[in-house]
């Protein structure tokens, strides 16, 4: 009987490497840039097109190589990094195994330029499917020029499974974000088909993020570092209160290579305790500076998980320096022990803010000054509090209730039998000009049926409500916009911006008017007539970036993401006060759609309580 087992060609050992180590145009960017961090680059630039899927040019003044390296390089495990098993406990190189560029040329096409400062003249390559098709010398400047072109050619099931240019582009700016972070100390650009996203000039971290994330991040950092005989940390944290609900801005990177560590992320979750909202997640930017032989960084082809010698260790210097710093900034609350107890003393903490006037202003109580001085006469002092205690009781005899009235802070419950006020004799059901909804907490809608009570939750039954909306709006393209008096100018980060700009066209059919207005600003000339108010548009826009990108990988229909993202945004949230007629109109609505059990993200509209089952609670 003959063999059966063969040793594979190099051409079809490299495709089944490459998909491991290539899994997405953002995969060769990850493998290219870092390539160019360890030739020892001070200016490294991207250039891009069609998301990666045409173009993929990566530009470096490092120290170049010379002809015979050039072509070793697309080689399987042929490396400069590392020469003896030993050297793999003291890493330091983005790369090491030698697998990327024999990868990538093993699925494209690829043009590699290259020169060293002291050689006269460089080495041009050109590869096709692993294969040399030239070898020559050229003309360039000092450094290596790597263009991948046509990726995944040769195999189309992987190509067919690429996402959208949206989508796709989103990967490669979050790895140019990883590595830019990693390196402030580095120029780095980003062109997208001919317009540049990214201009970053070589500064202190501070700036960096500031360059990458937007202008509006320098607000919410604050600095974490702490020196010990095991482990450095550094960098930044946010704020509690600039939190978001969607995760994206979270950056660990251990001797300058980012990783992916939910046990670490547990460690900085933990130390903000009880400053989070439920389900927001902060920004931060954290270095662990660390002995290489402590930690083993050869656990994936990507290089993004990692093994610490003693994990719990690192975790709790990580929580106890972030917990430290959030204390030392004033973000987590403290108590002053060195203030004088003295009523002589007691001043007003804050100073006060003016207020803009509104529309409807609601009766407030204005804070008094807190200073006491015996100077003040006492029988001025008795008569001004006799007054104000008459005002508490003004008017008390012939109060009249107002039924438009909410309740302030207490519900009086009241029979209506003696009114002799029963089922409405067409439906069976509650009068509605008897029964009125009334809300729990200002977050659940409480109304009557027949069989009991019905329980709403208000945010998830509008969201229902605008989903359907703003959907048959698309679909029928029919928008309405108010314009408005004086246009708003928003900005969002140089990452959101191309996501924002695949947006323009599906948000304008809503019947919003924004345009583009240079490179990360836009401009609002008109909003959707009756449908949102009292909005800021900055917020709606922000959140519906975040909810839209959340969406992405999940649902492809671009329509239903603008719908889903743009109805969570403009949502009524819980803790709003709602009026009678507001409460009544939602639930009308609410019954009124195709589809009312569900909200769009998934999440009950509301529960029905019968009477049977509210009086077994009660039985003994």
């Not at 998301?51 to 530009?59: E, H, M, P, S, W």
């Not at 900085?268 to 909202?277: G, K």
């Not at 401009?523 to 959707?528: E, L, T």
Request: with cysteine; net charge neutral.
């Amino acid at each position: 009987m003959a063999d059966v087992i063969q040793l594979l060609p190099d051409s079809i050992a490299n495709q089944i490497a490459a998909g491991e180590v290539i899994q997405r145009p953002a995969s060769v960017v990850k493998e290219l840039m870092e390539n160019a961090v360890d030739a020892g680059a001070t200016q490294i630039k991207l250039v891009v097109k069609d998301a990666g899927k045409t173009l993929i040019q990566v530009i470096d003044n490092g120290c170049g190589m010379s002809e015979t390296d050039a072509r070793m390089c697309f080689e399987r495990h042929a490396t400069s990094k590392i020469k003896r098993a030993k050297d793999l406990f003291s890493i330091r190189t983005m790369g090491f195994r030698g697998e990327a560029m024999a990868s990538i040329a093993a699925i494209a096409h690829i043009e590699t330029r290259t020169r060293r400062s002291n050689d006269e003249v460089g080495t041009r390559i050109v590869i096709e499917g692993s294969k040399v098709i030239t070898q020559e010398s050229c003309q360039c400047a000092p450094g290596t020029v790597f263009a991948v072109k046509n990726l995944f050619y040769n195999v189309p099931a992987r190509r067919n499974f690429l996402k959208s240019n949206t989508v796709e582009m989103k990967h490669i700016i979050d790895e140019f974000q990883r590595i830019a972070l990693a390196h402030p100390d580095i120029f780095f650009s980003l062109h997208h088909n001919g317009s540049e996203m990214f201009h970053l000039q070589a500064s202190n971290l501070r700036q960096r993020i500031v360059g990458l994330l937007g202008q509006h991040t320098n607000k919410k950092l604050v600095p974490v570092e702490e020196e010990t005989d095991v482990v450095n940390i550094r960098g930044y944290v946010g704020k509690a209160e600039f939190a978001k609900k969607t995760r994206g801005e979270q950056f660990f990177f251990v001797n300058n290579r980012f990783i992916k560590s939910g046990y670490l992320n547990h460690a900085v979750m933990t130390a903000y305790e009880d400053l989070l909202q439920k389900d927001h997640y902060p920004l931060y930017v954290l270095y662990v500076d660390i002995d290489p032989a402590r930690v083993d960084i050869n656990v994936h082809p990507t290089k993004q998980e990692i093994k610490f010698d003693d994990e719990r260790l690192i975790y709790n210097y990580l929580k106890v320096t972030i917990r430290h710093a959030l204390a030392q900034y004033n973000v987590t609350p403290t108590l002053d022990f060195d203030t004088n107890p003295t009523f002589s003393n007691l001043q007003p903490r804050y100073p006060k803010k003016e207020q803009k006037p509104t529309a409807n202003p609601s009766p407030k109580k204005e804070p008094q000054n807190m200073v006491f001085s015996s100077s003040i006469n006492k029988d001025h002092r008795h008569e001004n509090n006799l007054k104000h205690w008459q005002k508490l009781y003004d008017g008390l005899d012939n109060e009249e209730t107002d039924s438009n009235d909410e309740p302030k802070e207490s519900i009086t419950i009241q029979s209506k039998a003696s009114e002799n006020t029963g089922m409405d004799d067409k439906d069976g059901t509650f009068s509605k000009e008897e029964i009125q909804p009334y809300q729990i907490h200002n977050t659940y809608i409480v109304s009557p049926i027949r069989s009991g009570f019905m329980l709403i939750d208000q945010q998830a039954a509008h969201e229902r409500i605008l989903f359907e909306k703003y959907l048959e709006v698309l679909e029928e393209q029919k928008p309405v916009t108010q314009k408005e008096l004086f246009t708003k100018t928003i900005k969002v980060s140089p990452a959101d911006a191309p996501v924002l700009k695949s947006m323009l066209e599906q948000i304008n059919m809503l019947g919003f008017d924004i345009r583009e207005f240079g490179q990360d600003t836009f401009v609002v000339h008109g909003v959707p007539a009756n449908i949102l108010k009292g909005i800021n548009e900055q917020e709606l826009i922000d959140s519906m970036i975040e909810q839209y990108k959340r969406n992405l990988d999940i649902n492809p229909n671009i329509q239903e993401n603008i719908a889903r993202s743009l109805a969570y945004s403009a949502a009524i949230k819980k803790g709003k006060s709602l009026t009678s007629q507001e409460m009544r109109v939602i639930i009308d609505q609410l019954f009124a759609c195709k589809m009312p059990y569900k909200s769009p993200g998934g999440r009950n509209c509301f529960t029905t309580f019968d009477m049977e089952d509210l009086d077994k609670r009660f039985q003994g």
